[in-house]
């Protein structure tokens, strides 16, 4: 697990506009995008309404800052939570060493997530943010995969980290929406679960 840790720190986003932090995302890049394009997963409500986006991210120990160039939304999407609450934002930004990861086919894989229900969530929380700091802002946590909803598209996880109530709704949370949630299999492989829109526990649903 240290090592998942550290390689998927890599992939967090830090999402702003001006000088409002938005919330969090992931980096995505395959083998056959264009040299000069890299992608950003997150939640749509994260970036609804904002204009002269741009993302922060860590490469070779220095914190890189590009400008988004395109914004692609769901059209049905209107509210947070929806199941289409996901954005694709595009960077005119070359990444040569980018290390892929696999996207993984929910329903299709879905008996390998529940026999390794571990996942980890990496992103950018408001409640301890250091402005100063890009690295010392990022942080992690724990939770364990507990069912899928297939009528909403949604993965359903419980959090083990001692410090959130997974009965209550936690400032510790807010800025971790977009995040991507990770899942490792086997040494070689780095499985992104789903991203991070909305929260359901087992004591209900929550959006933060």
Not at 48 to 70: A, L, M, R, W
Not at 97 to 116: A, G, M, V
Request: proline share 1%.
């Amino acid at each position: 697990m240290k090592n998942l840790k550290e390689r998927i720190k890599k992939y967090a986003v830090k999402l702003k506009s001006e000088n409002n932090d938005l919330g969090s995302g992931v980096l995505w890049k395959s083998a056959s995008c264009p040299e000069n394009s890299l992608y950003v997963f997150t939640a749509a409500h994260v970036i609804k309404d904002y204009k002269d986006i741009s993302v922060e991210f860590e490469k070779d120990g220095e914190v890189v800052e590009v400008c988004v160039t395109e914004v692609l939304t769901s059209g049905e999407y209107k509210k947070e939570g929806d199941k289409d609450d996901v954005a694709i934002l595009i960077l005119n930004y070359e990444y040569k060493e980018f290390q892929e990861y696999k996207i993984i086919e929910i329903e299709k894989d879905l008996n390998t997530i529940s026999e390794n229900p571990q996942l980890s969530i990496v992103g950018f929380p408001k409640e301890g943010s250091i402005n100063t700091s890009f690295r010392l802002s990022k942080d992690i946590l724990l939770c364990r995969y507990e069912d899928y909803d297939k009528t909403m598209e949604m993965v359903k996880y419980k959090f083990v980290d001692s410090n959130i109530d997974n009965s209550d709704k936690n400032a510790e949370l807010e800025g971790f929406s977009g995040s991507g949630i990770f899942a490792e299999w086997s040494i070689r492989k780095r499985r992104m679960a789903a991203i991070l829109a909305r929260s359901a526990w087992l004591s209900g649903t929550y959006y933060f």
